[in-house]
């Protein structure tokens, strides 16, 4: 097993790609923190790591509070000795919307749950990996943050300054061997897609997908287990060597 005995913090694991990773990751032999602003969403996927004889357990949190992301990982740290990995799955996406009716605090929303999470994350599991002098942060952004798209603003500057950060911290972090990376999902089959494009009376999901896909070269939806298996390369010894990477898993929309 690629992450026996790890302890792996992952948020927004209620559902998607979240849920999709912390599957992934049990199954590979990871204590999962499933976290989520969605307690019951959280149990339920903690009930489905359990089925299969995972280890996990659901906790509550708000990503873009700094005392919730604090409890959450001194929680994990106290019951399990250590944090091996943490990955900042959760996240909001924005509807079209022209900057000029672009409400400040849909602004604000967007930042503080899409970015400002990544920097709480790291500001208080930091020091635990410090001391073990190893860990992992993997944080999935989006092909938004290097295709901008219009109407799109908040969201893409949101991704943007995640895979930045990303960077910034991979030369921070290194000397204390921790490891930090991204991944740029592309249009991905969750419930979020569809909250993308504005809803037109009449309109269906599969016609909402159909957009999406003919924008992307290989003709297909990201699914949420492609990024779990992209999240588990980058988070195992098999990408000991990795850091700073920000990985495109997009069926060539970026290009």
């Given at each position: 097993m690629l992450l026996q005995n790890?302890?792996?913090?992952?948020?927004?694991?209620?559902?998607?790609?979240g849920r999709a990773m912390a599957l992934s990751f049990a199954n590979e032999g990871a204590t999962v923190a499933v976290a989520d602003i969605n307690i019951e969403a959280a149990a339920e996927t903690v009930s489905l790591i359990q089925a299969k004889n995972g280890m996990a357990i659901a906790i509550g949190v708000d990503v873009s509070n700094a005392q919730s992301v604090k409890k959450l990982i001194n929680t994990v740290a106290e019951r399990e000795g250590k944090i091996d990995i943490i990955i900042n799955c959760a996240g909001l996406p924005q509807a079209f919307t022209p900057i000029e009716d672009l409400e400040e605090?849909?602004?604000?929303?967007?930042?503080?749950?899409?970015?400002?999470?990544?920097?709480?994350?790291?500001?208080?599991a930091v020091p635990f990996m410090k001391k073990q002098k190893q860990g992992v942060i993997l944080s999935i952004s989006s092909i938004a943050s290097e295709r901008a798209r219009p109407g799109l603003n908040a969201?893409?500057?949101?991704?943007?300054?995640v895979a930045v950060l990303t960077k910034a911290l991979a030369i921070e972090l290194a000397p204390f061997g921790i490891r930090v990376n991204a991944i740029n999902p592309g249009p991905t089959n969750t419930e979020m897609l569809g909250k993308f494009i504005p809803d037109h009376e009449g309109e269906l999901e599969q016609q909402k997908q159909e957009v999406f896909i003919s924008s992307i070269p290989l003709g297909?939806?990201?699914?949420?287990?492609?990024?779990?298996?992209?999240?588990?390369?980058?988070?195992?010894?098999?990408?000991?060597?990795v850091t700073g990477t920000i990985l495109n898993v997009d069926g060539g929309r970026g290009i």
């Open positions: 790890q302890i792996a913090i992952i948020t927004g694991a209620g559902s998607g790609m605090e849909q602004w604000d929303r967007l930042l503080n749950v899409n970015t400002k999470s990544v920097f709480l994350t790291a500001k208080y969201y893409c500057a949101s991704k943007g300054a297909k939806l990201i699914e949420p287990e492609d990024i779990a298996q992209s999240a588990l390369y980058l988070c195992s010894p098999l990408s000991e060597k």
